[in-house]
């Protein structure tokens, strides 16, 4: 029987890659202040700083020695299994997922490589850095691209969808999110509520207030392969708990 399984990832998936994640020690936010860089408002007072920012993340993504690693690589695995219906969501901006495969990613925070018409919400893909001279071709007068990101008060994407998977799925996983940002933190609540199994990876130990019913503590890189393999054989993910 097709299993149903929604996926969320979060920036420690791409930690074992060379990317910051945001709240851990050396993390993004401990070198930038939050309603600086990921607030209307921060942007709207200092475009210049919030871009420097972004395009700072996306050159190293693109110009550094980062690569998927062996979690994204395994989940696109995932992705191509028959019996296995699955929707990936990430709250990442990088492109690792692609990179490692995957073919259909949904983006609920944004794309570090578009840009987006603040009028018409179309998006685009940056073949430079996100500057002044990056102007949309869908308004008259052109006007200038924003970072395709949502910052705090904004809405993510695809919420209709992810509330449709997550009302049916079998099977709700986490990987590498602190869980500290709804409102993908309230999908496991949601996952719980219509009786899936909801498993938890993070290199961190388990939460003494987690709603995951199953917590794997360790590496994303070596865990979420042994978690598809696991899948792919029709084991159960009860087991490895702590
Ligand atoms: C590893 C590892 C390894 C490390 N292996 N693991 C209550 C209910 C609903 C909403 C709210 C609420 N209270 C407040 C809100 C609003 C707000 C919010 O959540 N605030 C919180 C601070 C409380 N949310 C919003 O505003 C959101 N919008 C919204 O709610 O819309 C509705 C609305 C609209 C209008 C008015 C009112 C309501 C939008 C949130 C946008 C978040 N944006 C950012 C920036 C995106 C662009 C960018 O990348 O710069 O998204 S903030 C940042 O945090 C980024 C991330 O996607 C997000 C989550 O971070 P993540 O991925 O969890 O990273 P970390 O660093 O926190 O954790 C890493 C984890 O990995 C750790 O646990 C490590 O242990 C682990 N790890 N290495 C495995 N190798």
Redesign the pocket.
């Known amino acids: 029987m097709t299993q149903r399984i929604v996926v969320l990832t ?4 791409s ?2 890659s060379g990317v910051k ?4 020690e050396d ?1 993004l936010w401990e070198s930038h202040h939050i309603e600086e860089v ?1 607030t209307p408002e921060g942007y709207a007072a200092n475009p210049t700083l919030v871009e420097a920012f972004y395009n700072a993340r996306w050159q190293q993504l693109i110009q550094g020695d980062i690569a998927a690693n062996p979690a994204h690589i395994a989940l696109a695995l995932l992705e191509q299994h028959q019996d296995c219906e699955l929707m990936l969501v990430t ?3 990088d492109n690792l997922h692609e990179r490692g495969g995957s073919k259909r990613v949904l983006h609920m ?2 794309e570090l490589a578009k840009g987006r018409c603040p009028q018409s919400q179309q998006t685009f893909i940056l073949n430079e850095i996100l500057g002044p001279d990056n102007v949309c071709t869908c308004c008259i007068p052109a006007q200038k691209l924003r970072p395709h ?8 994407f695809g919420m209709d969808s992810i509330h449709q998977a997550l009302a049916q799925c079998d099977l709700f996983i986490a ?12 999908f496991v609540d949601l996952a719980n509520q219509v009786g899936a199994l909801t498993l938890n ?4 130990p388990r939460d003494d207030h987690s709603e995951f019913q199953y917590h794997w503590q360790g ?3 070596e865990l979420v392969p042994q978690l598809v393999t696991d899948i792919l054989a029709g084991h159960s993910v009860a087991h490895n708990q702590s």
């Not at 979060?10 to 998936?13: C, D, E, P």
């Not at 990987?175 to 309230?186: D, E, F, L, N, Q």
């Open positions: 979060g920036a420690g998936i930690a074992e994640t945001f709240r851990d993390g990921a709250q990442n901006i925070h944004g990101v949502v910052w705090f008060g904004e809405m993510p990987i590498g999110t602190s869980g500290s940002v709804y409102p993908a933190a309230g990876i993070n290199l961190a590496k994303a890189s």
